[in-house]
């Protein structure tokens, strides 16, 4: 593979119940970033990591967790759903620092509708 | 902390006709980027051009450009010569040059007319 994959692609989901949404990219890029997209909102920041081991809160952080246990990996875990967590989800990984940093690359996103 | 406005949730434009959208933001960063994303219906986020606060020349990409103007804070981006594949949302976003965190408009719905 190459650059940002996510799963699932979608999911439905009871109000109450704990959800990972994973998140891997094989670009060794430093910092990986969660974002959730909602209509006339654009995407906000949920959480972000700038290397493995190190996570931060982004503008919405709430109802929401994460962990960075290596450079690959990124999941997002909501631990107990409600519907206004319905959305679509956005990783992204980029350079921490550098010249190339500027650039976030994005995966293809997952739905997720909570009922 | 710093905001991006998009006003124009929706826009319409002829084939091979040009089409701009707008943008506004406001930061107290003195060093930022922006850049215009792309999101056609298949969901991807596609970077279309970025600019350099600290540049003065406007970037182009092609049939994209964008009008940067960095003291009333505007950064518009021009589709010239509109394809079919151009339809998409259109973001604008803003991150500070030594910061991490990307901010985004609303977004901005272009429509293609054959």
């Known amino acids: 593979i190459a650059g940002i994959t996510q799963a699932p692609t979608s999911q439905i989901l009871a109000a109450g119940r704990r959800m990972t949404l994973r998140c891997t990219q094989d670009?060794?890029?430093?910092?990986m970033y969660w974002y959730r997209q909602d209509l006339g909102l654009g995407l906000r920041l949920i959480h972000y990591s700038n290397t493995a081991g190190t996570t931060g809160k982004g503008e919405v952080p709430d109802g929401y967790s994460v962990s960075r246990a290596n450079t690959d990996d990124f999941p997002l875990t909501l631990a107990s759903a409600v519907p206004s967590q319905t959305s679509v989800y956005f990783c992204?990984?980029?350079?921490?620092?550098?010249?190339?940093?500027?650039?976030?690359?994005f995966g293809p996103g997952t739905r997720l509708t909570v009922t | 902390a710093q905001t991006v406005t998009q006003s124009q949730p929706e826009m319409s434009v002829q084939e091979a006709e040009t089409v701009t959208l707008s943008c506004t933001y406001d930061?107290?960063?003195?060093?930022?980027?922006l850049f215009w994303y792309k999101q056609p219906p298949s969901r991807q986020m596609i970077l279309v051009i970025r600019?350099?606060?600290?540049?003065?020349q406007n970037a182009t990409e092609n049939r994209f450009s964008v009008n940067f103007q960095k003291a009333a804070k505007s950064f518009s981006l021009k589709i010239s010569d509109s394809q079919l594949g151009d339809a998409a949302m259109y973001f604008c976003?803003?991150?500070?040059?030594?910061?991490?965190?990307?901010?985004f408009g609303a977004g901005t719905t272009v429509t293609v007319r054959a």
């Open positions: 992204a990984s980029s350079d921490w620092i550098g010249p190339s940093s500027y650039e976030q690359y």
């Open positions: 930061t107290s960063e003195s060093d930022y980027y």
């Open positions: 976003a803003l991150r500070g040059y030594d910061d991490y965190k990307l901010s």
């Open positions: 670009m060794r890029h430093n910092a």
């Open positions: 600019q350099e606060a600290y540049k003065q």
